[in-house]
């Protein structure tokens, strides 16, 4: 079992950035997927980004693309999210999420995965 805690998030003006982290319990972090998803008020939870377990493929949103970059570091348990020119729609609630590795199927959906963390608030004015 893997704990997710996640930090940065907090309130930005269009154009600008943020870098979220998402810091996991547990000696296997390597061995899980990871990605982080968004849920907006009024509005379900959505993929925004994975990455595999070694770091060398991700997966974006057409939103996102161009955007935002995910990466980790295995060494420090750490998945990040880089989010720049930010726009008043990401304004959201981010949610970093692990997913156990042999599981088949796709990355995209909420319900691939097994962990979440309990979230951090990412406000973006215009």
């Known amino acids: 079992q893997v704990q997710l805690v996640e930090s940065g998030g907090g309130l930005v003006q269009a154009g600008g950035s943020l870098r979220l982290s998402c810091a996991a319990s547990?000696?296997?972090?390597?061995?899980?997927?990871m990605g982080w998803f968004r849920q907006a008020p009024g509005k379900e939870r959505e993929f925004v980004t994975t990455?595999?377990?070694?770091?060398?493929?991700?997966n974006y949103a057409d939103s996102v693309k161009g955007r935002f970059t995910i990466s980790r570091d295995n060494a420090k348990n750490t998945v990040y999210l880089q989010m720049n020119s930010l726009k008043p729609e990401d304004t959201a609630v981010y949610y970093c999420?692990?997913?156990?590795?042999?599981?088949?199927?796709?990355?995209?959906?909420?319900?691939?995965?097994?962990?979440w963390g309990q979230g951090t608030q990412v406000t973006v004015s215009s």
């Open positions: 999420a692990a997913r156990r590795m042999g599981r088949s199927g796709s990355f995209y959906s909420t319900g691939d995965y097994d962990y």
């Open positions: 547990g000696r296997t972090f390597s061995s899980y997927r």
């Open positions: 990455i595999s377990t070694g770091g060398g493929g991700t």
